[in-house]
Each structure stands twice: as structure tokens, then as C-alpha cells.
């Protein structure tokens, strides 16, 4: 008979293991298993949401720098829901609190205008990176949830023994195999949320330099304006 096929290998299976699982080990899968679905469902969104903005902010940019007249480009685009538009939105509105007196303090206009834009940057830079700390906390604590199933799947096994006084491998098999499936199930968590979390945590550090870069842009933009002034 193929030992692939009969009654005792089928009981290896992992919807076998999972019945057959101690409360305990029942527990830590489902947790690692919802873990891991929530883990998908993050870095799908995530992986969406970066190209969308990515996309989008180059299209922004490309357009400001094209346009000759900033009060027209912003009575157009202000109000686009993009961080670069944010940050415009931000820069505008200081420019314009600080130029509208009869005095203007251009030292202190640009610095202003320089913590307005920083400000504006370091906001849209958390909203992006809300729930990326999700895929850290599971990438880090998954394997030790696992590791947990573990250790109680082996003391299972040794009470098996204890109780049965037989130190036979179809004793200790089921506890242990229970423990080990608990332990690639934490694995299957972990890996793809700590991959996720360097590839998006690389990918929101470039958009963050991308949004400096535009705000550096802007502010000698208004800079070069301020000297204009009178």
C-alpha cells in the first residue's frame, strides 16, 4: 500500500492537524491565520496606494513646473487630493499670510515658509505610513506566536508519553507535527510582512525625498518672488 494514501498519512494533513490541535494550538492558529490574511489585505492595499501616489505626484509636479502663473495652477489644483498638492496648498496659504501686510519680513517669511512646507511634508508622510507599523508588529511577533504553539505542542507530546509510558513515535508524532505546522504557519505570517515592510518602508522614503525636493523647489520659487517684492 502507498504510505501517501493510507489512514495514518492522512492524518499529517493540515486540516487533519488542526482538528486533531490542542485548544491551545487551535487558538494560536487562527490567530497566526488571521494575522496573515490581514497581512495580505495591508500589503495589496499598500502596493496600490504607493503606485497611485507615485503616479500621481509625478503628474502634479510636472504640471506645476509647467505653469506660468501660480495663482491660476492653484485655483485649479489645490485642492487635488495628493501630498505634493497638500504641501503647494501649505506653501500658498503662508506665502500669502505673510506677504499681505504692508512690511514684509523676508527673513522670517522664508523661514516660515520653510517649516510650513516641512510641516506639511512630515504629515503626509505618516498618512501614508498608517498601518505599515501592523506589518513590523507581525514580521517581529508572528514567530514567537508560533514558537509558543511549539512548546505547548511538545509538552503535549510528552504527556502523551507520560500517560501511554510508550515513547513510540506514533505517541509523540501527532503533538509534535501539531507544533511544528504551528510553527510554518507563524513563519508563513512573518516572512511576506517583513518583506512587505523594507519594500514599502524603501518606497515611502523615496516618495518622502521626492516631496522634499518639491518643497525645496517651491520654497526658492517664493524665494525668488520675495526679492520682488517691495
Known sequence: MNPFFNTDAATLSPIALFIQADWVVKFVMLGLLLASVWTWAIIFGFWRRIGRTRKETEAFERDFWKADDIDAFY??????????????????AEWRRSTQGTTIDRG???ERLATTMGAAVA?????????????????????????????WGIMRS???????????????????????????????????????????SHGINR????????????HATLSRQLDRER
Do not use: C, H, M, W
Not at 126 to 149: C, E, M, Q, W, Y
Not at 207 to 218: C, K, S, T, V
Open 158 to 200: 510528552f504527556t502523551s508519553i507520560a500517560s501511554a509510558q510508550n515513547t513510540s513515535l506514533a505517541v509523540v508524532a501527532p503533538g509534535i507535527a501539531e507544533a511544528l505546522f504551528a510553527t510554518a504557519i507563524g513563519l508563513f505570517a512573518a516572512i511576506p510582512a517583513v518583506i512587505a515592510y523594507n519594500r514599502f
Open 75 to 92: 485655483k485649479t489644483r489645490a485642492d487635488t487630493d495628493l501630498p505634493s498638492a497638500r504641501i503647494f496648498a501649505a506653501g500658498v
Open 108 to 110: 522670517g517669511t522664508r
Open 123 to 151: 504629515t503626509e508622510i505618516d498618512k501614508l505610513s498608517d498601518r505599515l507599523n501592523i506589518l513590523a508588529t507581525v514580521g517581529s511577533v508572528a514567530p514567537f506566536v508560533g514558537l509558543f504553539g511549539t512548546v
Open 207 to 218: 516618495i518622502e525625498a521626492r516631496l522634499n525636493r518639491f518643497a525645496d523647489g517651491f
